[in-house]
Each structure stands twice: as structure tokens, then as C-alpha cells.
């Protein structure tokens, strides 16, 4: 059985349509994918109808983004109900600040003499949820940079000149948002933050499992979380972290190896 629980469609900041992701994993051969995209379930009613055509099995789920040690940690959940009313509230006081922040940081590009219109952004993000990836493909539209990349560290990355933070949503808040939709929370890729503590603190704030199976993970750190995961008890997951345009083999939909093993304790977690 061939599993990937870390992906993003044009509801987020992939660039494929939800529809077109699933085309995408039945000819790589996945049998179970989750859609997980940023702060919103907005494509997954189209995955499950497109997942349902084509034989495969989705798992609802979304990469909450919470702030933690001073910086921005990102949260799976898996199996939640988008169909909560709290839910759906908390995703769109979420988009709403996301709209706020991408003007801000147009404000702050015009001001350096960087000038991209908002709609340009808006049409970047498919009218979906918006994050700096749409500010930095729009850079590259205009002609202001060659590379996505390039964005971030030059105009957008943390102390450039056009970065805004986010609004900080604390790590116990937004797990606790997930579990009340019924969803189970676990760390996104916890070898990418670099903060001695941080996996204790989100073990502290209620996450309940460890992706430790990541593209930006070698072997040696993937089998480290999993040691952790084992001895804290907690559930582990993995996924490619698809955005639809791989950085290399590693990053393809399907090609981080993760253990069918997983898949019994994350539904049990979950009650199905």
C-alpha cells in the first residue's frame, strides 16, 4: 500500500487543483492520500469527489500553522470534520488575517520601490488561502526576481524588508481547535525548525503524533522522530510535502517512503 499524508493543492500555495492532485496519485500508484493545505479544507470536498472516481482512499486534513519559540510551526491534522461550524469560523478569521498580512507586505514592497498590484496576488492564490508563496510568484511575474526562491531572501524572508509576521496563534489553541473538529494533531516536519525544546513543547501543547517521514529529512533524522515518537508514545506520519512542482526526485508526489504500519494506530487515534 503506497501512502502520502502531506500534500497542497491551489487552495493553498500548491498549483495543482485538488482534482488534478488526485489524477496525479492514482498514476503514481498512491492507494491513501491526505489533502493538507494551509489554514483551509476549502479543496477537499473536490478531492473526495475526484478521490471517489478514481479508486483512491482520501484522508481529510489540514497544516494548521501555529507560533512556538518564536517561530512559525506548522500542525497536521488528519480525519478532521470540515463540516464543524467552529471550524470553518476559526479557518476565516485565519484567512481574513492572511488577507491582511499579504496587503501589508505589498505595502511595505511598494515602499522600497517594488511595486505588484494585490489582484496580482489574489489571482496567484485561486482565490484560495494566501501566503507568501503567492507574494513571491507574483515577484517573479513582474519581472523582480527569477526564482520563487529568491523571494524570500531577498524581499519576504524573516528581517527582509517586505516581511509582515503572522498573527500568532499559540501551539495549545490551535491543537486544541483540531481535536474539538476531531482531528489528530501532529508536528509537520520537526527537523526543519532548529529549536532545542520544541518537540516537548508541542508534545506539552496536545499533539499526538511526529512526522518524522519528510523529504527535508535524511534517514538518520526520520528514524531519530520515529525512535521519539515510539518512546513518547505518539503517533508518526510522513508525506512529500507535495506542492505540485518537485525540487527534485525526493519532493515527487508518493516518493518519501512511508511504513503501511502507520496507518492502524493514526485511524484507531482517530476512531475509524
Known amino acids: 500500500m503506497k501512502i502520502d499524508l502531506h500534500t497542497h493543492t491551489t487552495c493553498s500555495d500548491g498549483i495543482q487543483t485538488p482534482t488534478e492532485l488526485m489524477t496525479e496519485a492514482k498514476e503514481v500508484g498512491l492507494d491513501i492520500i ?36 518564536e ?33 501589508k507586505m505589498l505595502e511595505k ?21 494566501l501566503g507568501r508563496p503567492h507574494v513571491a510568484r507574483a515577484l517573479v511575474k513582474h519581472g523582480y526576481i527569477k526564482e520563487e526562491d529568491e523571494a524570500f531572501r531577498k524581499y519576504i524572508g524573516r528581517d527582509q524588508p517586505g516581511h509582515v509576521p ?25 527537523g526543519l525548525y532548529g529549536r532545542e ?9 496536545g499533539v499526538m503524533g ?11 533524522v526520520a528514524r531519530r522522530f520515529a525512535n521519539l515518537a515510539a518512546d513518547k508514545g505518539l503517533l508518526v506520519t510522513g508525506g512529500s510535502d507535495y506542492h505540485g512542482k518537485p525540487r527534485g526526485k525526493r519532493f515527487g508526489l508518493g516518493a518519501v517512503p512511508v511504513p503501511e504500519s502507520i496507518l492502524g494506530p493514526l485511524e484507531a487515534a482517530a476512531g475509524k
Open 197 to 205: 525544546g520544541l518537540v516537548d513543547l508541542m508534545i506539552a501543547s
Open 109 to 129: 514592497l511598494k515602499s522600497i520601490g517594488v511595486d505588484i498590484p494585490p489582484e496580482d496576488v489574489v489571482v496567484e492564490g485561486k482565490q484560495g488561502t
Open 71 to 103: 517561530r512559525e510551526v506548522h500542525v497536521l491534522a488528519f480525519f478532521l470534520d470540515r463540516t464543524s461550524p467552529a471550524l470553518q469560523e476559526f479557518l476565516q478569521e485565519q484567512k481574513e488575517a492572511r488577507i491582511a498580512r499579504i496587503y
Open 210 to 220: 511526529i512526522e518524522a517521514y519528510h523529504p527535508d529529512h535524511s534517514e538518520g
Open 34 to 69: 491526505a489533502v493538507t493545505d494551509h489554514d483551509t479544507t476549502a479543496g477537499l470536498d473536490e478531492a473526495a469527489e475526484a478521490a471517489e472516481q478514481l479508486g483512491l482512499r482520501l484522508i481529510p486534513g489540514i497544516e494548521l500553522s501555529v507560533y512556538a519559540m
Open 166 to 190: 503572522r498573527v500568532k496563534v499559540s501551539p495549545s489553541e490551535g491543537i486544541a481547535r483540531m481535536k474539538e473538529a476531531g482531528a489528530v494533531p501532529v508536528l509537520a516536519h520537526p
